[in-house]
C-alpha cells in the first residue's frame, strides 16, 4: 500500500473523533480562506476555492460554515493572513517526505516542522531536497458505483486526463496539473461531484518498509499531521498487506 494512500487507514491511532473533526474542520478553513483571498468569492468563478468548498461538504461541513469563511476571508479585516509553504527532509531509512502548510507564523511553523522530523528520526532539508522525487498531479477519485471501469476511461480520456485506475474501491482519474480544474469539471458535469478532487504529489519511486521502520514513520507523519498549520503530508514508502495489519492491530 502506497505511503499517499496510507494515513486513510489507521486512523484509530488519531485521538478523539471530535478533535480529529474540528482539526480537519479548521484544516478546510483555512483553504477556503486563502482560496477566497487569493481569487474571486464566488466559488463558480474560482477553481481553487470551489474545490475547497467541495471539500468542505463532502467532509460534512454545513454550508452556513463554508459561507461564513468565504466573508470573513473578504471582509473588510479580511480575515487571517495565511502564507503558503512547504517543507521537505527525510524520515528514517531514508524515506522522502513533502509537508505543505498554510500559516500565519512561518517561524512557529518552521521551528515545529524541524521539531518533529528531529524527535522522530528524520531531518528537514532545504527546498528541493526530495520533491524531485514526486511528481505533481491532479487526481480526481469516484466511488465505483458512479459508471463502469470503460465509461470512467472514456470520458476520462476525452476530458484530457493522463490515466484512471479503477478497482472495486473506485476509480482514481490522475491528470496534468495544469488541466485539472478543466478535468475535474468535465467529469462533474458528467457523473456528479467527485468524492474527493485536489493536486498531490506522487512518488516516482518507493522505499519498501518494514514493521519497526513503518511504525516509526507513521508516528512522524502522525505528529506533523496533528500540526493545525499542516494541510498535507506526502511521503515515497510502502509497506506489505502482513506489515499494515500489524500495524492496525
Known amino acids: 500500500m502506497a505511503g499517499h494512500s496510507q494515513f486513510k487507514n489507521i486512523m484509530h491511532r488519531k485521538g478523539a473523533q471530535d478533535a ?24 463558480a468563478a474560482n477553481p481553487r476555492l470551489r474545490a475547497a468548498v467541495g471539500a468542505a461538504l463532502k467532509a460534512n461541513m454545513t454550508r452556513d460554515t463554508v459561507d461564513r469563511a468565504i466573508k470573513k476571508a473578504t471582509g473588510v479585516a479580511g480575515g487571517e493572513d495565511y502564507a503558503e509553504v512547504r517543507y521537505e527532509g527525510y524520515g528514517p531509512s531514508g524515506v522522502a517526505l513533502i509537508v505543505e502548510a498554510l500559516t500565519d507564523n512561518r517561524n512557529r511553523t518552521a521551528s515545529d516542522v524541524r521539531s518533529a522530523f528531529a524527535k522522530h528520526g528524520g531531518a528537514l532539508g532545504e527546498t528541493n ?43 482514481e482519474v490522475t491528470v496534468p496539473m495544469g488541466d485539472f480544474f478543466a478535468v475535474r469539471d468535465a467529469l462533474e458535469q458528467r457523473f456528479g461531484s467527485p468524492e474527493a478532487a485536489k ?20 508516528k512522524l507523519i502522525d505528529v506533523l499531521e496533528d500540526n493545525d498549520d499542516v494541510q498535507n503530508v506526502y511521503a515515497n514508502f510502502e509497506v506489505s498487506e502482513d506489515v499494515l495489519a500489524k500495524l492496525s492491530a
Open 20 to 43: 480529529k473533526r474540528a482539526r480537519a474542520f479548521a484544516k478546510l478553513i483555512r483553504e477556503i480562506t486563502v482560496s477566497a483571498k487569493q481569487g474571486l468569492p464566488d466559488p
Open 129 to 171: 531536497s526530495v520533491s524531485f522525487m514526486f511528481s505533481r498531479l491532479g487526481v480526481v477519485r469516484y466511488p465505483a458505483a458512479v459508471a463502469s471501469e470503460d465509461a470512467m476511461l472514456e470520458a476520462a480520456i476525452e476530458a484530457g486526463a493522463d490515466d484512471v485506475a479503477s478497482s472495486a474501491d473506485g476509480h
Open 199 to 218: 493536486v498531490e504529489w506522487r512518488p516516482a519511486t518507493s522505499v519498501n518498509l518494514n514493521e519497526d521502520t513503518a511504525r516509526s514513520i507513521m
